[in-house]
């Protein structure tokens, strides 16, 4: 028998926990919290996932009361479910105040809030402009082309 197979034969149980459990861990590392996108319930499950969701974003507030995630969650929460533009702008600006610049998301929706409320073409080139420069290899359309903008 080959060394390899000796090894194996020996190792089954390790192997047979411990490579399903690193494929698992693999999946998971690819899908940030942050990257699911709130938006309006459309049943009772989704509702009580909205609810969870927004639980979790006011515990993590509330441990780190500086991190700028929770702005963002609050921010996305204002647009897609609450409708209110005006919110989740003041929360995103918030956010960038931080000078973070490896969420995605945060660039994407303030691009996507400034065109919903027709601000300054200036600005919101700006802000496309930080969004693409910072992810030239995203995948995600134009801000101008998010369902609801104007």
């Given amino acids: 028998m080959s060394p390899f197979l000796e090894i194996a034969r020996r190792h089954l149980i390790l192997i047979a926990v411990f490579v399903p459990a ?14 699911m996108i709130l938006k309006l319930p459309e049943n009772e499950v989704e509702r009580l996932d909205v ?40 929360h995103f ?17 303030y691009a996507i809030v400034l065109v919903h409320l027709q601000e300054d073409p200036a600005k919101i080139d700006a802000a496309i402009a930080d969004w693409r420069g910072n992810f030239p290899t995203s995948s995600r359309p134009d801000p101008h082309e998010y369902p609801g903008s104007s």
Avoid at 51 to 61: I, L, Q, S
Avoid at 98 to 109: A, Q, S, W
């Fill in 22 to 35: 690193t494929l698992l861990t693999v999946w998971e590392s690819r899908v940030h919290v942050n990257s």
């Fill in 51 to 90: 609810d969870r969701t927004m639980e979790f974003v006011d515990a993590y507030g509330t441990l780190f009361p500086h991190h700028p995630e929770r702005e963002i969650y609050q921010g996305i929460y204002d647009m897609n479910i609450r409708d209110d533009w005006e919110a989740a702008r003041e």
């Fill in 93 to 109: 600006e918030n956010a960038l105040r931080t000078g973070i610049k490896t969420e995605e998301n945060l660039l994407y929706y």
